[in-house]
């Protein structure tokens, strides 16, 4: 199955529950390519992406917070490093991988769940979260760990989103007018 990217938008939700089918090779390198092709700042290689299929070690980093338990049931994972030195767009670029990547994942007949690993508001919890993840992928201290998504077939067929109105969230030619 393979989607255009509106229907993709239309379909996905997070998905936090797993089948054991492996993803094939062929897919796992269209998740790939979706996050290689996403764009950067300034064209800048700012994030970079560690690919995750031991399942003893999704087991492990499924304990990086108390939110991403999903992840031992995943297939796969990829986690989003960040990388503050090269671009002042670090959290942007990371960011939008990850959506790229929701997306494809989507298109292919995957489920995808968002594990939030950097945390902007209280930095020791961030770096707490982020130093376990450091330490069980090797990942140099200078670089900083967004996200963990997990990726695997749904177990569920969770209904179509309900969403709050359009009026919330969008205003026309100035903020408050709709
Ligand atoms: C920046 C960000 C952080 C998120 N962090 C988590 C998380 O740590 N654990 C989790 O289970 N879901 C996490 N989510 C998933 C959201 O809770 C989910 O996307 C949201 O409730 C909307 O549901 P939907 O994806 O089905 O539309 C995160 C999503 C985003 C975009």
Redesign the pocket.
């Known amino acids: 199955m393979n989607m255009d990217v509106l229907a993709a938008i239309q379909k ?5 529950s797993f089948k054991e089918t492996p993803i094939s090779d062929t897919d796992l390198n269209k998740l790939t390519m979706a996050l290689y092709l996403s764009p950067t700042g300034n064209n800048l290689p700012s994030r970079e992406f560690i690919v995750i299929t031991n399942k003893p070690l999704l087991a492990q980093l499924s304990k990086t ?1 108390p ?2 338990q ?1 992840l031992e049931q995943a297939a796969a994972g990829i986690v989003i490093i960040g990388n503050e030195e090269l671009s002042k767009y670090w959290l942007q670029d990371a ?1 939008i991988a ?2 790229y990547l929701w997306l494809a994942a989507t298109s292919l007949g995957l489920g995808a ?4 690993v950097y945390h902007s508001e209280d930095h020791s919890e961030s770096s707490q979260r982020e130093n376990y993840v450091r330490e069980l992928l090797d990942i140099p201290a200078k670089l900083r760990v967004v ?1 963990i998504l997990g990726l695997g077939y749904s177990a569920i067929d ?1 209904p179509p ?1 309900e969403m709050y109105s359009q009026d919330t969230v969008f205003h026309l030619n100035s903020f408050g007018s709709q």
């Open positions: 996905r939700r997070e998905i936090t917070t939110y991403m999903w960011s990850g959506g769940a968002w594990g939030a996200a969770p989103k």
